[in-house]
């Protein structure tokens, strides 16, 4: 991943077009393998000049508000699914019009929106999201089956009675796992759920599968799913809708070095701020990989750990809020003013979740295209955005 860096403007989230095709490919090919469908989950991935590439591999994407069911129904062509854990009256009168997926989290809200759902202008399949309460994700605020989570039904609250209408099951308990986790989470599922199941025409596994990871275990979801098929053949379609596994390792953001500033050690001062561009860094929490830069004296070869290599500084952003710093890290020359540096992995839950806090103006959006050697500026923010949605 050898970038021109000269021909991009700082900061920048760089999408590699050729290493999302790579992606897609994977999740391809588990489609090809299970005849499953799989959706994009617009939650980790959002950047929808993208959408028509990605079609052409997925099915459909999946939403979890109005904003993102209509960027789907608009750009995404496919099925719209979608998933929130309450929805509100005005936005089903929406909804109805342009989804075909509803799942309900909770028996009140399937009653509350059936005769809407069943009245509506296009026929929308209905579902529940249930929650089997098996914990395999180890980060407490990303765990949908914590004790005390609204995320779906627990067995103890699903009611038989009212499955009338419903055509479908839902759950989601994964995040950025492999697939022996969907592995001990199905047999939990099926043994609470699974006479349930037998009535359904289609169920959807979630997301959080880490499907295009190097080390995920593509044969066992496969097996999976066709084992879970062959037990359900009442089932037509079991639905995947990852978010991140679609973006994995296919983005960069590009950033200068602003200043080097010295207090018990040195602090390069970055264009791109931890807490507006890549929230995750200090949500998550985790440290991002500096994958090379180039400097005035040429190329910079990755960022270490802190005196892994003989030059360590601390790379902070340009905000006032005192911890947005990215982390310590060392590299073989010193830095210096300009030089720019690449931090990995930045196409997931980057773009959809940043901020113009402090008034730091966004990344621009840049489109590589690998066969081409294009590098497109997709999208430029500028003072009018940071205005627009304050007033
Ligand atoms: C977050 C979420 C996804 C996508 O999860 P990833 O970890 O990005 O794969 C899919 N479905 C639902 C309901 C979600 O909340």
């Given at each position: 991943m050898d970038y021109d860096l000269n021909k991009l403007t700082t900061p920048c989230y760089l999408i590699d077009?050729?290493?999302?095709?790579?992606?897609?490919e994977i999740l391809k090919s588990v489609q090809d393998r299970t005849k499953c469908k799989i959706l994009l989950a617009q939650k980790g991935y959002a950047a929808w000049s993208t959408y028509d590439l990605c079609s052409q591999y997925l099915v459909g994407s999946a939403a979890s508000s109005l904003h993102e069911a209509k960027l789907g129904a608009e750009n995404f062509p496919g099925e719209v699914h979608l998933c929130a854990p309450a929805y509100r009256d005005d936005d089903m009168d929406e909804y109805i019009q342009i989804v075909d997926h509803i799942v309900f989290n909770?028996?009140?809200?399937?009653?509350?929106?059936?005769?809407?759902?069943?009245?509506?202008?296009?026929?929308?399949?209905?579902?529940l999201r249930i929650n089997p309460m098996h914990s395999e994700v180890k980060t407490?605020?990303?765990?949908?089956?914590?004790?005390?989570?609204?995320?779906?039904?627990?067995?103890?609250?699903?009611?038989?009675?009212?499955?009338?209408?419903?055509?479908?099951?839902?759950?989601?308990?994964?995040?950025?796992?492999?697939?022996?986790?969907?592995q001990r989470t199905l047999p939990v599922v099926e043994k609470q759920f699974g006479e349930f199941i037998k009535q359904m025409d289609w169920i959807n596994f979630g997301g959080g599968h880490h499907i295009t990871r190097p080390d995920y275990d593509v044969d066992l979801l496969c097996d999976l799913i066709t084992g879970f098929a062959k037990r359900y053949p009442n089932l037509n379609t079991i639905y995947l809708e990852?978010?991140?596994?679609?973006?994995?390792?296919?983005?960069?953001?590009?950033?200068?070095?602003?200043?080097?500033?010295?207090?018990?050690?040195?602090?390069?001062?970055?264009?791109?701020?931890?807490?507006?561009?890549m929230p995750d860094v200090l949500e998550m929490p985790y440290r991002p990989v500096i994958i090379s830069g180039a400097g005035c004296s040429g190329h910079i070869t990755g960022g270490g750990q802190p005196n892994e290599k003989q030059h360590t500084y601390r790379l902070a952003g340009p905000t006032c809020l005192a911890g947005d710093v990215i982390g310590d890290y060392s590299?073989?020359?010193?830095?210096?003013?300009?030089?720019?540096?690449?931090?990995?992995?930045?196409?997931?839950?980057?773009?959809?979740?940043?901020?113009?806090?402090?008034?730091?103006?966004?990344?621009?959006?840049?489109?590589?295209?690998?066969?081409?050697?294009?590098?497109?500026?997709?999208?430029?923010?500028?003072?009018?955005?940071?205005?627009n949605r304050l007033s």
């Open positions: 077009l050729g290493l999302l095709k790579k992606n897609l909770s028996f009140t809200q399937w009653q509350r929106f059936k005769a809407k759902t069943q009245n509506a202008p296009r026929k929308i399949e209905c579902g407490k605020i990303y765990d949908p089956c914590a004790p005390g989570s609204r995320l779906g039904i627990p067995i103890d609250q699903f009611d038989a009675d009212a499955l009338d209408g419903i055509t479908g099951l839902h759950f989601h308990t994964l995040c950025e796992l492999n697939a022996d986790s969907l990852p978010g991140e596994a679609i973006a994995l390792n296919t983005g960069v953001l590009v950033t200068s070095v602003l200043d080097i500033v010295h207090n018990a050690m040195d602090i390069a001062i970055l264009d791109t701020s931890c807490s507006a561009h590299f073989d020359k010193p830095l210096n003013i300009g030089d720019k540096l690449l931090f990995g992995d930045m196409a997931h839950y980057t773009m959809v979740k940043n901020t113009m806090f402090n008034g730091i103006n966004l990344p621009d959006i840049v489109l590589y295209d690998p066969d081409k050697d294009e590098y497109k500026l997709q999208r430029q923010f500028t003072y009018e955005d940071f205005k």
